[in-house]
DNA sequence: CCGCATCCCCAAAGATACTG
DNA sequence: CAGTATCTTTGGGGATGCGG
């Protein structure tokens, strides 16, 4: 390595910035392009190396990945960090102040569900999705107990305010939903349609109380071509 | 106005998006474009006209601020509203749907605010900030009560939850805070140099804990070069 | 393979001028 | 006042290459 390649490496800034005394803007500044919050979303539930990220964003190049990836370290977002030896791989991971923003990824999912629409085909959801929606939505504002969620095929739980995957011993409430479509439905338009509770129902209630977006009319559901 | 002016205008459509059933996503795909936030966080406090919009989004170039208009309006956030004759003005407000998005503002502002500093400067801040301030960040998360806010020469008060400009009567409580520095490390970092509060301190601090970030550690503040 | 960097193309951002 | 038209610049998106 020469002293070109080092300054093209260092020279790599010059950033587009709202000038704005605002915590909002300034947030922006550091997570408002784009990716840059899904990226964050997925380093909400744990780790990943590179690799697998650029696998759970489809769409986004990798050079984009890369960039965001230098951008939110950079931001303090997020670190990158070399595993044991025996795994000669690195990992990424959200600093404390990038799991910070897991009230906003929760805020804009909330706000953003009512227009998104149910999910039209299974293809659509990650085997995961469960745990992920139960993690950010739910579980930030689950009141103690132990809550067990079956929608279609999938099992997770909630057992003070913290998911586990798979089902839950001896919990207070056990929702089951038919499919996606029902669990949808049930958190956007509180339909009990394909959905029964066993247990505590008052207390799943309270769950989901503490959790639903607030009732306001959106916009028609995109449905895409 | 002939044919091809009505399909040049139509035709102005192919948005860019993520394919992600997920509301963070979809909600992204709404309000995510560059400026788009901003523009709400501006009509979160009234309708405004077209070039008092522009005003306060400094940087914002007018063809983008009309494309953000025309974006936000088709996704159902905003609505073009034609005053009454007298005045032959329209102004853009936030439909209800578009007003829901002030949790995300919020959250977004209280995670930004960390990393941010203090204000460096008095010409950084709009006369009205700290309306703004007490009415997304306060405001929402406000116990039963009347408060008054004198920060440097601004005075403004809360009242059951909702802002108003100026001295309140009979206030619970009365914080004053030497400049908006000392409000700033109030907030953020639990200071109280700078800052007195007269009235029922209790009460005070309630609101203080529910309007505040959780305290973790953010990177150093961004200082502009 | 994993973790990027480089190249090319085009869509969006940004700046400015101009018009009903 | 409320935008549109036009031009330049920047950054996103896709493909590919390449060192470790």
Redesign the interface.
């Known amino acids: 390595m020469n002293l070109e390649t080092i300054t093209k490496t260092a020279e790599t800034a010059s950033k587009r910035r709202?000038?704005?005394?605002?915590?909002?803007?300034?947030?922006?500044?550091?997570v408002?392009e784009?990716w840059a919050?899904?990226v964050v979303?997925e380093l909400l539930h744990g780790p990943l190396r590179y690799t697998d990220l650029a696998a759970k964003l489809?769409?986004c190049g990798t050079n984009i990945l890369a960039n965001r990836l230098r951008d939110l370290e950079a931001?303090?977002v997020l670190a990158k960090r070399r595993l044991p030896p025996p795994a000669a791989s690195q990992v990424y991971e959200l600093?404390?102040?990038g799991?910070?923003?897991k009230?906003?990824?929760?805020?804009?999912?909330?706000?953003?569900?009512?227009?998104?629409g149910p999910?039209?085909f299974e293809g659509?959801?990650e085997p995961d999705w469960l745990e992920h929606a139960l993690a950010t939505v739910f579980a930030p504002v689950a009141p103690a107990g132990t809550f067990e969620f079956k929608v279609g095929e999938l099992v997770a739980s909630i057992r003070d305010g913290e998911v586990y995957p798979g089902p839950a011993e001896e919990p207070d409430a056990v929702l089951e939903a038919r499919d996606p479509s029902s669990f949808y439905f049930l958190f956007v338009e509180r339909s009990w349609d394909g959905v029964t509770v066993e247990g505590d129902r008052d207390l799943f209630e309270q769950l989901l109380e503490a959790a639903s977006?607030?009732a306001?009319?959106?916009?028609a559901a995109?449905v895409?071509a």
């Open positions: 709202y000038e704005d005394a605002c915590g909002a803007a300034h947030a922006l500044d550091l408002g784009r919050l899904l979303r489809p769409g931001g303090g600093t404390p102040y799991q910070a923003l009230p906003v990824i929760r805020e804009l999912a909330l706000w953003g569900i009512r227009s998104l999910p039209n659509q959801l977006p607030s306001v009319d959106a916009p995109t895409a």
